[in-house]
Nanobody, 129 residues
Framework: VQLQASGGGPVQTGGSVRLSCAGSGFTSDGYVIGWFRQAPGKEREVVSCIRGSGGNTYYADSLKGRVTISRDSAKNTVYLQMNSLEVEDTAVYYC???????????????????????WGQGTQVTVSS
């Protein structure tokens, strides 16, 4: 299993960024894919998770309304669109592979760090004013 995160870089406050997480070694839409972030001196925290390519998603309360997670099953890629970026969004963003869950299960119950076994290398997002 490999996860390749990309799309980070320097962004001005109020700007947008689209992160990509390309996966290999697994193909099932039943896997939970999560985005996490870690700012300097802080613990890694969840941003968003998705199961499948529809509406089974979870967003951290602090980011709701500013981020959208989506999945292209054909490309085995998950995207994280982040808008209205703030300096506090500066962090390394990681994607991770979680468990396989049934379609009827809500992904929010599995969107915790300890549910994820495989992690990508991270992509840096730096927001400046």
């Amino acid at each position: 299993v490999q996860l390749q995160a990309s799309g980070g870089g320097p962004v001005q406050t109020g700007g947008s960024v689209r992160l990509s997480c390309a996966g290999s070694g697994f193909t099932s839409d039943g896997y939970v894919i999560g985005w996490f972030r870690q700012a300097p001196g802080k613990e890694r925290e969840v941003v968003s998770c998705i199961r499948g390519s529809g509406g089974n998603t979870y967003y951290a309360d602090s980011l709701k309304g500013r981020v959208t997670i989506s999945r292209d099953s054909a490309k085995n890629t998950v995207y994280l669109q982040m808008n209205s970026l703030e300096v506090e969004d500066t962090a390394v963003y990681y994607c991770a592979l979680g468990p396989v869950i049934a379609a009827s299960y809500r992904v929010r119950h599995y969107c915790r760090r300890d549910e994820f076994d495989y992690w990508g290398q991270g992509t840096q997002v730096t927001v400046s004013s």
